[in-house]
């Protein structure tokens, strides 16, 4: 019964819906808690977006290069595709975005192995 009510009260989603392919590996975490990003990932990079461009302010860690990095796929090489992170995710959710218009959807060859890693030399 406990646990009843305990499961009913996370915001748990069926299974159809918005499930993203995570290829991340054992013991990473993301820069925010998991639910925190599947709510709002959007507005940090965004955020982070107008931070870089108008005022010229650089962070690593809501970093667009490094959400690739950590959350592309091994084989695919990328966060699009059928079951890339971001588009897998995108496509149930009816959500477009044009980012990968201008930014690679690969992660970068050296960090790709780093990112497992905590950001230790920043
Ligand atoms: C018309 C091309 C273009 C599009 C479309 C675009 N960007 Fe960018 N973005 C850039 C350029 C140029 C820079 C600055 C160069 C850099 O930092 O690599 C940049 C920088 C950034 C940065 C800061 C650098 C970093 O790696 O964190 C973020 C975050 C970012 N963009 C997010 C986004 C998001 C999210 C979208 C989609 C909603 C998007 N961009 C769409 C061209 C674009
Ligand atoms: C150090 C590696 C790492 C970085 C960097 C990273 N993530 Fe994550 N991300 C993870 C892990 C691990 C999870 C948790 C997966 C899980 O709980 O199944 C996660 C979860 C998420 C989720 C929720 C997925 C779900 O299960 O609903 C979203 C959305 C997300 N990340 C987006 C981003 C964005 C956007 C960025 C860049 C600002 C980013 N991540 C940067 C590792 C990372
Ligand atoms: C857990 C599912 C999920 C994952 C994984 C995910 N997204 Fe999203 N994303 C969404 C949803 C749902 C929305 C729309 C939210 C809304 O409209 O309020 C969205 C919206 C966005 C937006 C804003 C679009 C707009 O026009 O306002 C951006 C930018 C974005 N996501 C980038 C990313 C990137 C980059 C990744 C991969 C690193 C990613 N997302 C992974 C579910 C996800």
Same mark, same amino acid.
């Given at each position: 019964m406990v646990t009843a009510t305990a499961m009913a009260a996370e915001p748990k989603k069926p299974?159809?819906?918005?499930?993203p392919v995570v290829q991340t590996k054992a013991g990473e975490k993301c820069v925010e808690p998991t639910d925190v990003m599947r709510r709002d990932h959007m507005k940090f990079i965004l955020h982070q977006r107008d931070e870089t461009m108008h005022r010229g302010i650089r962070t690593v860690k809501h970093s667009f290069k490094n959400c690739v990095n950590c959350? +592309?796929?091994?084989?695919?090489?990328?966060?699009?595709?059928?079951?890339?992170f971001c588009q897998s995710c995108h496509t149930h959710a009816a959500v477009k975005i044009d980012c990968f218009e201008c930014h690679t959807? +690969?992660?970068?060859p050296s960090k790709a192995a780093a990112a497992t890693k905590p950001a230790a030399g920043n």
């Open positions: 299974s159809r819906v918005q499930m959350h +592309a796929d091994a084989k695919t090489n990328s966060v699009l595709g059928k079951d890339g959807a +690969a992660p970068e």
